[in-house]
């Protein structure tokens, strides 16, 4: 049972323009969301994260926002460049001594010049 | 500074043969620890994860184990690789809602 989803697997977009990646989840015990940024062969970068006591987080060119309601969050990406090309994983985590994250499957997003 | 080492980079070995990749973190006291595991196509999934040293919970059945002989040091091993254990491995670390990823073991079993 996937409790982090991430329904696109690839999102093409022309640079400039903005880059919206979404991520649904079903455990409402989540709280608190991250997204990370994977290049192959690399290890994840972490990117942007909202607590679930928000509903919107702004970093420079990134944005997430988050619907409880609906377990919802988006990443916008505004304006997109060729080099935010990557995989983009959507990461929840609850509560808990571990604080393990669980992760989604991914969205390739290609950036076009 | 806090940072994270994993090696090796990459790795090919044949089925049946043993596996061990190790994970070290530096700057940091008691950090949580975990081993993912990217599959082609696929999402990262947790393996294991520590808590300290010798407590280790395993997420996913498989024909992996891992060990924490020390604060800093998380193993991943396995007695015999199975085709399907092919990946992207990559240990991290975390001491509160922050993760720090390593650079990753890209693991072809032939």
Request: net charge positive.
């Amino acid at each position: 049972d996937q409790q982090v989803k991430q329904n696109s697997p690839s999102l093409s977009v022309q640079e400039g323009r903005i880059s919206i990646l979404n991520c649904d989840y079903t455990n409402s015990m989540f709280d608190y969301f991250l997204w990370y940024k994977k290049y192959p062969a690399e290890g994840p970068t972490f990117l942007i994260s909202i607590s679930s006591i928000k509903d919107k987080n702004e970093d420079g060119r990134f944005t997430v926002f988050l619907n409880k309601s609906a377990k919802h969050l988006s990443l916008h990406i505004v304006p997109s460049q060729p080099g935010d090309s990557a995989v983009y994983f959507c990461a929840a985590s609850g509560t808990g001594s571990a604080r393990q994250l669980t992760f989604g499957s991914g969205t390739q997003l290609t950036v076009l010049p | 500074s806090q940072t994270i080492h994993q090696w090796p980079a990459t790795l090919v070995q044949p089925v049946g043969s043993p596996l061990s990749l190790e994970c070290t973190v530096e700057g940091t006291s008691n950090p949580n620890l975990y081993w993912y595991r990217q599959a082609a196509g696929r999402g990262l999934q947790l393996l294991f994860y520590s808590v300290g040293i010798g407590q280790i919970s395993s997420e996913v059945p498989q024909n992996l184990s891992a060990s924490r002989p020390q604060d800093r040091q998380f193993i991943l091993s396995s007695k015999k690789l199975l085709l399907s254990d092919s990946g992207f491995y990559l240990c991290a670390w975390s001491v509160s809602s922050g993760y720090t990823f390593g650079s990753g073991t890209r693991l072809t079993v032939v």
